[in-house]
């Protein structure tokens, strides 16, 4: 936090700085076992995924073939089903997530190894009531030219009444984005491709956690979790889905270190980066690294929607609009070299 | 005995006949139709002072024809013997007019010289900081010494002359990059550096975080920084010393000195109080950069503010020619604000009291007393989390140095030094109506280190010099404080915390101690060339808690403690110093060897500020660097300047018992600081009678970092996984900056102007390295900071009157 102080601060003063892209990978690459193990009470569906770390430049290599369970407090044992793509679907059915409850996660390889989490982890017993809101704000940007440009962001805010109790509790907030695009079709086709529904993480900068018992008062007000540029997305309707997670105080010392780590800006005063280890450990070989982390936790969903009538700019006339010319219509949504995380599958929620 | 014999002579000579030099007179001593004995020698003495009376250490005397010169010592005294015959005689001393008077020695005789400033635009230029050939002969070797007029001469940043700049272009000091704090000295950290204003030890010595240090070339005199053998009347820290010493006023007459520029400006005024008695003069740097922020287009940057001011005072009474008192007194303060986010301010002060006497020929002191004190602040204006954050230290600081001569082959000096630390506690309040924040308070640790110490510089024989020194340190770590305890072997966290223990108000806790050898000595081959061995020791009981590559303002400065303990450093150094062409070059090789013991090193993802526990985010390792100095310089004709060459290894192990312990398991790891290859190039010329052109190019090896290396996903984020710490490096560095000033730009005024250009092949030099998940990409893409992208141009007038 500091280190982004301090650099705003020299670029303030020289007025001269710049950031380019630069191509700067180091070539130490081992193959790690990664977990993605974030089992809620959401009623979306619930995958724990597994892959294998690749390339710097390249994303994670998919691991199929395990065999992956979840175990309770109680005994109760689910095995999850392998979908083939890295994904092991957790359908809820032997041990259900719920307050109160503890859990361990068991992974074991086609080679035989086997992988566990090292302490039970459950839900934080209480959450917070959320109001998201988000506000328009227009202002300039110079360009990597120095020229001033007009900039129009959307910003999204978090109100929330912490829980009452005195007892600390460990919440994080989550964001991503949902739009939706109706490529344009040109005029010998056929048929033209339905709407594409377009699932968008959103950067990383913002990750919000909050430790109740470091607030003097219940309520806070006008937290930003995202600065969000406008741009052709908001052509149609716009979702943003915020989800609040009431996590074990593991999982929320796990997330404050990523938090450091992906919100590093290239400032000297920067702390140096280091590993995040999570809580998974091979049983047979401690000192193996495994990435990720397994957790359980209570899960509470807020979601708004913006489009183009609350965006007091004009963005018709936007720079990109994807061409539909020929072929299967219905892949055209979901080929991910023409638009990233696109599906033509409506979410329920989507109207 | 020979030598005790000559001083009391010139003792009595200084009794008898005296005469004030000045520029082109005739001195007649004795009768030159006596038929003068054979071999007769007559002797010529007296001092060397500045117009306002104090007296000028170190000033070059040479007679022409016999090739024989001799220096001044501490008081400004001078003695020479020639046989009788006619002579020119000429002294010199940096930044001062040179004197060139006749002489016709048949007795002997008694002149004192008054040097004035030199005039900039009638002189060629001249970099020379000491007497010609000090380097050659001077016993200590790693020992820089720049008058600020020297300095002046170099490109200036921002039109702004700097002393800490300046230092970065000797061999053997960097930086970690542009914008950051300090300097590097032979592979030491920047809290190793002693950094002084007249004796007061200075926390944060720079301004806009960095880009500008806080030392106003107006009132500054002259600076040492030792970074080879350190003198034993200097301590605490293990690295080197920056000893930077302002100046009085002028004792004759009132000026007015000043420079304007586009963001910054700064005035001094010096004058006498009581004509020739007491001298006073106030100097103060100020900035106006809002006016730059407001005409940049993104409204963030014009909605922000920054600014710094510094000023320095300092009165002195001459109660004799012997006996003087000055009372100085620094303030800086600088201030930011970016946005409605956040804000920083931080401010230095300093007030030294000085008591300067001379008993006789042979005796002198120096008593010094000084109050300082550092505060930091933090705002965060976010809504319902804004809050401030304090923290700092003051100190006191009582030493007392005597120095004992006898002749030129013996200088004693000795002493004692007490300082007091009170680290302030760190404190966070909530900030405005709307913030949730809770207030908090972390005390910290205090502590008082003694410590004596005895120099002495004695000359075996032509061919042989020795400065053999010695100090003794004590640090105590006294209360009032809560001390925690953890089990025995296992690794120091909260979770492993067994007892607590509370110290009363200045109980002691803890007491480290020990010796702190100095040797050096100088063996000259000839009378140009020579070579320098040295071995030093030094304990550093107060480390500045910094876990960036570079420091920020509200780094925490923290002494000792039962978990802390103090680095030392053994530091070797051999070097071969060659003149050529009657001191027109210089030319020196060194080769240094440092160990360090007990560096402070942090913990992944350490939690240093508002933490009760910081001991457990702490570890500690030992550190090594070695390198090689080449150092050419030109002092005098048409084109003068330096080159050096830095060879410059640095690293640290961190290996504990447990794995948390250990960084990079345990290994040796390059230092942020580690550069192999440095190379400064300075050069200036005169061109025509009134202009002057310098520049200088600079080049290092680009810092070690930590690289990506791989990368993974939780949920929707995108994390890195980095290289273990600094296995890469970032991209080289290379800048070239350019000056041209012109002098008398007023006709029958003393003024100048400067228009410099920073930069300027506008070359985007690597800050940092760094990986950011851009939205909608997965994957974490990598980029390169600059925070100087472009050419920076300014333009400086300065004027005296």
Redesign the interface.
Same mark, same amino acid.
């Given at each position: 936090?500091?280190?982004r102080?301090?650099?705003?601060?020299?670029?303030?003063?020289?007025?001269?700085?710049?950031?380019?892209?630069?191509?700067?990978?180091? =070539?130490?690459?081992?193959h790690?076992l990664?977990v993605?193990a974030?089992l809620s009470n959401s009623p979306d569906p619930q995958y724990v995924?597994l892959?294998t770390?690749?390339?710097?430049?390249?994303?994670?290599v998919p691991l199929t073939g395990a065999l992956v369970w979840i175990t309770d407090n109680t005994g109760n044992t689910e095995y999850m089903q392998d979908l083939g793509d890295g994904r092991y679907l957790y359908r809820r059915t032997q041990v259900i997530p719920h307050v109160g409850a503890s859990y361990s996660l068991d992974i074991q390889l086609p080679d035989g190894k086997h992988y566990q989490s090292t302490a039970a982890e459950g839900m934080g017993k209480q959450q917070a009531m959320d109001e998201i809101s988000f506000e328009i704000v227009k202002?300039?940007?110079?360009s990597s030219e120095g020229?001033?440009?007009d900039n129009t962001n959307v910003n999204i805010y978090l109100n929330t009444t912490l829980p009452k109790e005195s007892a600390v509790s460990y919440l994080r907030w989550?964001i991503?984005e949902v739009y939706t695009i109706k490529p344009t079709c040109a005029p010998f086709a056929i048929e033209c491709p339905p709407y594409c529904f377009i699932y968008?993480?959103?950067?990383?900068?913002n990750?919000t956690l909050v430790k109740t018992t470091?607030?003097?008062?219940p309520?806070?007000?006008?937290?930003?979790l995202q600065t969000?540029?406008v741009d052709y997305t908001f052509m149609v309707r716009h979702f943003f889905n915020v989800t609040q997670y009431a996590q074990s105080e593991a999982a929320y010392q796990y997330w404050?270190?990523?938090q450091?780590?992906?919100q590093? =800006?290239?400032?000297?005063?920067?702390?140096?980066?280091?590993?995040?280890t999570g809580n998974m450990v091979n049983i047979n070989d401690p000192t193996e690294v495994v990435?990720?982390?397994f957790e359980v936790p209570a899960a509470r969903l807020n979601r708004i929607y913006i489009d183009r009538g609350f965006i007091p700019v004009d963005i018709t006339n936007c720079d990109w609009s994807p061409f539909y010319y020929a072929g299967n219509p219905y892949s055209y949504c979901t080929n991910p070299f023409a638009i990233?995380?696109s599906t033509i599958e409506r979410p329920p929620w989507f109207f | 005995m020979v030598g005790v014999g000559k001083w009391l002579l010139a003792g009595l000579l200084l009794l008898s006949t005296c005469a004030i030099a000045q520029q082109n007179k005739v001195f007649t001593f004795g009768d030159s139709t006596v038929v003068q004995p054979a071999n007769r020698k007559y002797s010529l003495t007296g001092r060397v002072v500045y117009v306002d009376g104090k007296p000028i250490a170190g000033a070059a005397l040479f007679v022409d024809g016999l090739k024989y010169g001799n220096s001044t010592d501490l008081s400004g005294r001078y003695f020479i013997q020639l046989p009788a015959g006619k002579y020119r005689l000429t002294v010199r001393h940096l930044g001062m007019a040179p004197l060139t008077n006749r002489l016709a020695m048949y007795a002997n005789g008694v002149i004192n010289f008054e040097m004035s400033e030199k005039p900039e635009a009638l002189e060629e230029v001249v970099i020379r900081a000491r007497k010609e050939d000090d380097n050659i002969k001077e016993v200590v070797g790693g020992v820089t010494k720049l008058n600020i007029t020297e300095i002046k001469r170099l490109p200036a940043f921002m039109g702004e002359v700097d002393v800490i700049k300046s230092i970065q272009l000797l061999p053997g000091i960097n930086t970690?990059?542009e914008?950051?704090s300090g300097f590097n000295v032979r592979g030491g950290r920047i809290d190793q550096n002693l950094i002084m204003m007249d004796g007061g030890q200075i926390f944060n010595s720079s301004h806009?975080?960095g880009?500008l240090s806080n030392y106003n070339p107006d009132v500054v005199e002259e600076f040492t920084l030792y970074k080879g053998n350190v003198p034993a009347q200097f301590g605490g820290r293990a690295s080197s010393v920056l000893d930077v010493r302002t100046r009085s006023g002028n004792f004759d007459s009132w000026k007015v000195k000043g420079g304007i520029g586009l963001i910054s400006s700064r005035i001094a005024v010096e004058g006498p109080i009581i004509k020739d008695k007491t001298s006073l003069i106030v100097g103060s740097r100020f900035s106006y950069?809002d006016w730059?922020?407001k005409a940049?287009?993104?409204?963030?940057?014009r909605k922000?503010s920054?600014s710094f001011y510094d000023i320095n005072g300092n009165l002195t009474h001459k109660f004799s020619s012997k006996n003087q008192i000055a009372l100085s007194l620094y303030q800086g303060n600088d201030y930011?604000r970016?946005s409605d986010?956040?804000g920083?301010e931080y401010t230095t002060r300093l007030l030294n009291f000085k008591w300067k006497s001379i008993f006789n020929d042979h005796w002198s002191s120096t008593l010094t007393a000084v109050s300082g004190n550092y505060e930091s602040k933090?705002y965060?204006f976010?809504?319902?989390?804004a809050r401030s954050l304090t923290n700092g230290i003051g100190y006191y600081q009582f030493k007392e140095t005597l120095l004992h001569t006898i002749g030129e082959s013996h200088a004693l000096t000795f002493g004692g030094e007490y300082n007091i630390y009170n680290g302030k506690p760190e404190i966070t309040r909530?900030f405005g109506n709307?913030s949730?924040?809770?207030s908090q308070r972390v005390e910290k640790d205090s502590g008082h280190e003694l410590a004596f110490f005895a120099n002495e510089e004695f000359t075996l024989s032509p061919v042989i010099s020795f400065t053999a020194g010695i100090r003794y340190s004590m640090y105590q770590n006294i209360g009032a404080d809560t001390v925690y305890s953890y089990q025995q072997g296992q690794v120091k966290s909260v979770s492993t915390l067994q007892d607590t223990t509370y110290y009363g108000k200045n109980q002691n806790i803890q007491t480290y101690q020990g010796w702190e050898p100095r040797l050096s000595a100088r063996i000259s081959l000839t009378a140009d060339k020579s070579i320098k061995i040295s071995y030093n020791r030094m304990r550093q009981y107060i480390q500045l808690i910094s876990?960036?590559?570079?420091?920020?303002?509200?780094d925490l400065w923290q002494v000792c403690n039962p978990h802390l303990q103090p680095q030392i450093a053994d530091n070797y150094a051999i070097g071969y110093f060659q003149n050529a062409r009657d001191n027109m070059f210089e030319l020196s090789g060194e080769v240094f060897y440092k160990s360090t013991s007990n560096l402070v090193e942090?913990k992944?993802?350490?939690q240093l500020?508002l933490n009760r526990h910081l001991e457990t985010e702490l570890l500690q390792g030992r550190g090594k660097s070695y390198g090689i100095e080449l150092y050419a310089k030109k002092n005098s004709g048409g084109w003068t300047g330096w080159v050096s060459y830095t060879f410059l290894r640095s690293f640290i192990q961190v290996n504990g018992i447990h794995p948390e312990e250990q960084v990079n398991q345990g290994n040796w790891y390059p230092t942020n600081y580690d550069k192999p290859h440095t190379i400064n190039i300075t050069a200036n010329h005169k061109l025509g009678k009134n202009m002057r052109f310098a520049s200088n190019f600079t080049y290092s090896t680009g810092r070690p970092t930590?690289?990506?290396?791989?990368?993974?996903?939780?949920?929707?984020?995108?994390?890195?996984?980095?290289?273990?710490?600094?296995?890469?490096r970032?991209p080289d560095y290379w800048r070239l900056d350019v000056s041209i000033t012109l002098n008398s730009v007023l006709k029958k005024v003393d003024d100048n102007l400067t228009f410099s250009v920073y930069n300027l092949l506008g070359r985007?030099n690597?800050?940092?390295?760094?990986?950011?998940?851009?939205?909608?990409?997965?994957?974490?893409?990598?980029?390169?900071?600059?925070?100087?992208?472009?050419a920076?141009p300014s333009l400086t007038y300065n004027l005296t009157f």
């Open positions: 936090m500091i280190g102080f301090l650099l705003a601060g020299l670029f303030v003063i020289l007025a001269v700085g710049c950031k380019d892209r630069f191509e700067f990978v180091g =070539t130490g690459l081992k790690n990664i993605d974030t995924k892959s770390t690749g390339d710097a430049r390249r994303p994670p202002d300039q940007i110079v020229v001033p440009i989550a991503d968008q993480d959103v950067s990383t900068a990750i470091d607030y003097t008062q309520r806070l007000e006008r937290v930003l969000r540029n404050k270190k990523v450091l780590l992906t590093r =800006t290239g400032s000297l005063f920067d702390p140096p980066p280091a590993l995040i990435y990720g982390f990233k995380g | 970690v990059g914008g950051s806009a975080l880009l950069s730059v922020l940049v287009g993104e409204t963030d940057v922000s920054a930011f970016f986010e956040f920083y933090l965060d976010n809504q319902t989390a909530p709307n949730t924040t809770l876990n960036g590559t570079a420091p920020t303002p509200i942090y992944d993802f350490a500020l930590s690289a990506l290396e791989s990368n993974y996903r939780a949920g929707s984020v995108a994390i890195p996984i980095y290289s273990e710490r600094n296995q890469y970032i985007r690597a800050y940092s390295i760094y990986y950011q998940q851009p939205a909608g990409d997965p994957i974490p893409q990598g980029y390169k900071l600059s925070i100087l992208g472009s920076l």
